[in-house]
């Protein structure tokens, strides 16, 4: 079965300063997608960033990248200049049929 | 506005009195998913359905039903609710298999007393 781990439970990071959050996950599949959702305290689920795994080539999104590590098994997410807005809790999910969850990562930022 | 609909937001009810938490979306999406959500568990997948009457077990479906008689609605239904169900829930949906992801709910916050 699929699993999708994210070993950093809170990071912490100041204004304008780059973060980097960890995933990895286990699959014997070779085409599937991965995803980083936020979810701020008004709980709403939003997609930050999606990654085909056929493509190794790093998908970005404006503040928002990741680094696609295939054969590693890796995807983790890093933001640039981040904002007070950035704070919440970022869930790292995989996807064949079904989206499977890590645990997330609790993400505080100061000023 | 395209988006997912789940109703109600805050539910509190008492052991063993059945309950519906509906899901509607408006997209034509083909698969829609339902999550739990606990600390320190992430989401957990409940159930999931990728066609109208085709429904399939997550990792959590105990305690739970679920039916996809219309392509919009995917309804969660409690039939005997206990405290262990106490809960944030979610439901999503999306177009299919591929780089779209799901589209989430508001959540349902569900309290068994």
Known sequence: AQTVTQSQPEMSVQEAETVTLSCTYDTSESDYYLFWYKQPPSRQMILVIRQE?????NATENR?????????KSFSLK???????????????????????GKGTTLSVSS | EAQVTQNPRYLITVTGKKLTVTCSQNMNHEYMSWYRQDPGLGLRQIYYSMNVEVTDKGDVPE????????????????????????????CASSLGWGSHGYTFGSGTRLTVV
């Open chain 1, 79 to 101: 933001i640039s200049d981040s904002q007070l807005g950035d704070a919440a809790m970022y869930f790292c999910a995989y996807q064949r049929t079904a989206l499977i969850f």
């Open chain 2, 63 to 90: 305690g739970y039903k679920v039916s996809r008689k219309e392509k919009r609605n995917f309804p969660l239904i409690l039939e005997s609710p206990s405290p262990n169900q106490t809960s944030l829930y979610f």
């Open chain 1, 53 to 57: 795994a056929y493509k190794q080539q």
């Open chain 1, 64 to 72: 928002f990248s990741v680094n696609f590590q295939k054969a590693a």
